[in-house]
């Protein structure tokens, strides 16, 4: 990448500068999170995880997040499933959604949080800078 970029994690704020045109962009992350996670689903459980899922949707969306997922198109199997929400109001804090949560990680993938299926991302918006 072209141009400098600084980063600071204490507060989830990150910005990156770039030099690839003459306005030198102004990356930022704002508060927004996104977590995904990867679900290994056989398919003679795929009702047990719908109604599992459907526990996780109601509890997220009833505390303003949005709840996706996803069955990939290669591995039938899998399940690739989003929560997002606004940092200042992490979704995972409540009782309800985090319950919810656990019930999934626990019948399908041991114990939570599950190892390297979990990822966690902030949103990035560009910003130009004023002059």
């Known amino acids: 990448m072209n141009g400098s970029a600084k980063c600071e994690v204490r507060s989830a704020k990150c910005d990156i500068t770039t030099a690839d045109d003459d306005d030198s962009a102004m990356m930022r992350m704002t508060d927004r999170r996104l977590v995904s996670i990867r679900r290994y689903v056989p398919g003679f459980r795929r009702d047990e995880y719908a109604v599992a899922w459907n526990a996780l949707h109601d509890a997220a969306t009833a505390r303003g997040a949005h709840a996706w997922h996803f069955i990939s198109l290669d591995e039938t199997d ?26 999934l990680h626990e019948a399908f993938g041991g114990a939570y949080p599950a190892p390297k299926t979990i990822e966690e991302w902030a949103e990035v918006r560009p910003e130009r800078d004023a002059r």
């Open 78 to 103: 899998v399940f690739l499933e989003f929560l997002e929400f606004g940092a200042e109001a992490d979704v995972r804090e409540d009782p309800a959604t985090l319950a919810a949560i656990k019930a």
